[in-house]
């Protein structure tokens, strides 16, 4: 166990539809990074927030947006969905000496229909 | 921008030795992680090298040439649950991680 939380676990949806995928971070860890892995892509970033502010972005879609809360959890919104969305959402933290290692959580796995 | 190479597939057999090799281009560095991942599960991190030479870590071990834009992960004594896929990734010059494709071992008995 990681100590990073997301949730759900599982999310089956239809196309043009929106969902909000959420992460707890470990106790003390600020920052927040999502990922998304698809079959043929592997992990790719999607964005990185530091204790509210986002930090870096990358290949993140315009209808995706993210966000942290001053309670540090972070939320990963998807809209106007489509088949190719269809992935696993990993969030991930890290401590604040800031190593680089990173603490992922299970993933969120997203099925669009 | 940031580009790493990695063999898609490997195959050894129990009790073998493995080694896999990741080759990066990158702005920037600051450190070079591998990472394991079991199919559907979360990757976890393995070892961290950011001097060039060999990190030991029981039966894993990683070695980085940053002249070369070059490591390795060897797995010793292999185990039937080394099976997974070895994900090789490079911290640029922020915290940001950029990982590889990854490498899929099947270790056989």
């Known amino acids: 166990d990681s100590g990073v939380t997301q949730t759900p676990k599982h999310l089956i949806t239809a196309t043009g539809q929106r969902v909000t995928l959420r992460c707890s971070p470990r106790s003390g860890d600020l920052s927040v990074y999502w990922y998304q892995q698809s079959l043929d892509q592997g992990l790719q970033f999607l964005i990185h927030?530091?204790?509210?502010?986002?930090?870096a972005k990358g290949n993140i879609l315009e209808r995706f947006s993210a966000q942290q809360f001053p309670d540090l959890h972070s939320e990963l919104n998807l809209s106007s969905l489509e088949l190719g969305d269809s992935a696993l959402y990993f969030c991930?933290?890290?401590?604040?000496?800031?190593?680089?290692?990173?603490?992922f959580g299970e993933g969120s796995r997203l099925t669009v229909l | 921008g940031q580009n790493i190479d990695q063999p898609t597939e490997m195959t050894a057999t129990e009790g073998a030795i493995v080694q896999i090799n990741c080759t990066y281009q990158t702005s920037g560095f600051n450190g070079l992680f591998w990472y394991q991942q079991h199919a559907g599960e979360a990757p976890t991190f393995l070892s961290y090298n950011v001097l060039d030479g060999l990190e030991e870590k029981g039966r894993f071990s990683s070695f980085l040439s940053r002249s070369k834009g070059y490591s390795y992960l060897l797995l010793k004594e292999l185990q039937m649950k080394d099976s997974a896929s070895y994900l090789c990734?490079?911290?640029?010059?922020?915290?940001?991680?950029?990982f590889g494709k990854g490498t899929m071992l099947l270790v056989s008995p």
């Open positions: 991930a933290s890290s401590e604040p000496a800031n190593t680089g290692e990173l603490f």
């Open positions: 990734a490079v911290r640029g010059g922020y915290s940001t991680l950029t």
């Open positions: 927030y530091y204790n509210g502010e986002e930090r």
